[in-house]
């Protein structure tokens, strides 16, 4: 590998790859482009790996996707210059489609008559039909609900669109012109990355060309696996939890880890199996980068130059189980699969914890929610649909900062709506959006605070849709001693009424309505007490928290708004040091586990993983209805037997 020629390459195409992403975002029509930012464009190599991923602008999760999945539709001696294909499909592209709201696009570049490489894009559509405004709502339990499907095919061929597959999508969403608009935004863009892709090949030539595509990738290998050396060898387990909504049943992810050298094997099998609501994606059965995120996420971190890549995968081998919560198989509702994802990335961030000397970060709050709205335009009496705001809580403490207020760290990339923009574009006034005190995960390094936000309705009537909603029960852990942070909570006022109404599906607001959500928080990370106490005289100034609750969690004293340092020392006296790994899951957690002990969860999933998809679910539910009402700890052996007897009774012929 030429090092000079090398990062010469990795400059040139993420350059490419930043210029055509800034043309998709200017050129966009919905609010979840051209403000949130949640679309992306790349360059995909032959094999269907990324090997030039903008970081600047849009999406950042999927970089190390592949398109592969999505080209096995198709005859690669059939593509021709000018061609864009399509789908939304989660279950022929081979997880390159997560859920049915990302329309995906591929644009094969040839250089004098040969494939180059590829040109792809997404976009998540506003809306493209289905059973509520938006498409999205936790309670729908399969994919026709969602709206409109299509399979890998042709968009554009040689240069000419299919105006009935244009006419497809426009009819079935009811944004159609807005959610086309973003399309040929997408397609604007894919054509800038045929023009430089195919420049730059004449440049150089397809050989140096392809030997660049190769380099970066392969760079970016060498430097995780670097990252991965630092961790330290062995296996390593951990469970979290996503809410249902009945308060004893749970939905666990099961994470186990193992290193060895530079390589990295992670499998979530005994992980629930998928759900009937809206809650599951797909991953195919390829390392996917939905299953690796906390890694990769690390890596990245730690080798702040490595090319954004699809090398970064190749030292990791992720395995999910079809027809678990993260592999669903057909028909399974997804449009709410970001909550999932998660989940997923904190079971495997608490197996980092682990694998590193002294531990990471505390839980994050997670996405809050992505708040939409739908009502009904005065002039046309259509339905008109638009994102409101990517609402999120905090991130965890860290082992040498703070949490950051407000956001998590796996959606950073989700730019926040400014308000003016949602006064002008939907009839809801923002009448507060502020961090809440008193709700950071108390910790030697503190979890990142709740934000609040208050939405008062002007029309006379518009439909809220909440996707991502979370953490309304079971606590963000904290970490090494830090406690967790704060549970998200919703409160609608109509007239004198003012009650909490829990998780947002598909609210109805009238004129007057005011909606008041409030997201959860992040954990903390090490001991309180440990924390310096100028940070913590900083809080108290910032009014995160109260002098009071320095006194109590932090034994800092406050006195005439300054440190007594005399009486925050007698107050400090004899602190243990924390330096075990160890969570802080919160009440509901552990008495949700004094009844479902861990390797309990475990054996019922894996039990009703080895009977068909078709029962499955009837089975798990009259198993648990039966193992509940023992009204004790349920082992292992119980819930595997209950399995069986129940699908004995149902089925036996399963058996």
């Not at 973003?182 to 050989?207: H, I, K, P, Q, Y």
């Not at 590193?356 to 809050?368: D, E, H, K, S, Y």
């Not at 034994?555 to 040091?577: C, H, K, S, W």
């Not at 119980?638 to 699908?647: I, K, L, M, P």
Request: glycine letters at 10%; one cysteine or more; proline letters at 5%.
């Amino acid at each position: 590998m030429d090092p000079v020629l090398t990062e010469i390459m990795k400059n040139r195409f993420t350059a490419m790859a930043e210029e055509a992403a800034t043309v998709a975002y200017r050129t966009a029509h919905t609010t979840f482009v051209k403000q949130t930012q949640d679309f992306q464009v790349a360059l995909a190599a032959l094999s269907g790996e990324f090997f030039a991923y903008p970081t600047m602008t849009g999406v950042t999760s999927g970089s190390g996707q592949s398109i592969q999945g999505f080209l096995d539709a198709f005859d690669l001696a059939d593509l021709k210059p000018g061609d864009v294909l399509i789908s939304n499909d989660p279950f022929r592209t081979g997880g390159l489609v997560t859920h049915m709201m990302d329309i995906h696009l591929v644009r094969p570049v040839f250089l004098d008559g040969d494939l180059l490489c590829f040109a792809w894009s997404f976009v998540h559509a506003s809306d493209i039909g289905g059973a509520v405004p938006g498409s999205i709502s936790p309670d729908l339990t399969e994919a026709f609900q969602e709206g409109i499907r299509l399979r890998p095919m042709k968009l554009v061929t040689a240069g000419e669109l299919n105006r009935d597959v244009v006419n497809i999508l426009k009819d079935n969403s009811r944004i159609g012109d807005a959610v086309w608009g973003d399309l040929e935004a997408l397609m604007s863009a894919m054509r800038l990355l045929n023009e430089r892709a195919t420049a730059l090949g004449r440049r150089v030539g397809r050989e140096t060309f392809q030997q660049g595509v190769e380099n970066v990738i392969a760079y970016a290998e060498q430097k995780a696996r670097g990252a991965i050396r630092h961790l330290r060898d062995g296996t390593y387990t951990f469970i979290d939890y996503l809410e249902s909504d009945d308060p004893d049943v749970a939905i666990h992810i099961h994470c186990r880890m193992s290193i060895v050298g530079d390589e990295v094997e992670i499998d979530y099998s005994g992980s629930s199996p998928q759900v009937h609501a809206a809650l599951n994606f797909g991953t195919g059965s390829r390392t996917h980068p939905f299953l690796c995120l906390a890694l990769t996420n690390y890596i990245q971190t730690v080798e702040p130059s490595i090319p954004i890549n699809g090398g970064i995968l190749r030292p990791i081998k992720a395995h999910a189980p079809l027809g678990t919560l993260m592999n669903a198989d057909f028909p399974a509702a997804m449009g709410n699969r970001w909550v999932a994802v998660m989940r997923t990335y904190d079971a495997l961030m608490g197996c980092l914890n682990q694998a590193v000397p002294g531990g990471i970060t505390a839980c994050g709050a997670g996405q809050a929610g992505i708040i939409s709205a739908s009502w009904v335009d005065p002039q046309t009496g259509r339905n008109r649909v638009a994102v409101v705001e990517p609402f999120s809580g905090g991130s965890g403490g860290r082992v040498r900062a703070d949490g950051v207020d407000a956001t998590d760290t796996m959606i950073g990339y989700l730019k926040s709506t400014p308000i003016e923009h949602v006064e002008i574009e939907t009839p809801l006034i923002v009448r507060r959006h502020e961090l809440v005190p008193s709700t950071i995960g108390h910790g030697c390094y503190r979890g990142g605070a709740s934000v609040a936000i208050q939405l008062e309705c002007r029309a006379p009537e518009a439909i809220v849709t909440v996707r991502g909603l979370d953490r309304f029960r079971l606590q963000p852990w904290g970490a090494y001693g830090g406690k967790p942070g704060c549970n998200g909570q919703a409160v609608l006022r109509q007239g004198i009424i003012t009650r909490e109404i829990g998780k947002i599906k598909v609210l109805t607001m009238r004129k007057g309505d005011v909606l008041l959500m409030t997201s959860p928080s992040g954990g903390g990370f090490g001991d309180p007490r440990a924390r310096d106490p100028d940070l913590v005289l900083r809080d108290v100034r910032d009014e995160l928290i109260s002098a009071e609750e320095a006194a109590t969690v932090y034994g800092v004293v406050i006195a005439n708004d300054e440190v007594d340092r005399e009486r925050t020392t007698i107050l400090r006296e004899n602190v243990p040091e924390t330096t075990n790994w160890e969570i802080a899951s919160g009440p509901e957690r552990e008495r949700y586990e004094r009844i479902w002990p861990i390797d309990a969860s475990i054996a019922l999933a894996e039990a009703a993983m080895r009977i068909p998809q078709g029962i499955r679910r009837n089975v798990l539910a009259t198993a648990r209805r039966e193992l509940m009402s023992l009204e004790k700890p349920i082992t292992a052996e119980q819930a595997v037997q209950a399995v069986e007897r129940n699908t004995q009774r149902i089925a036996p012929s399963s058996l």
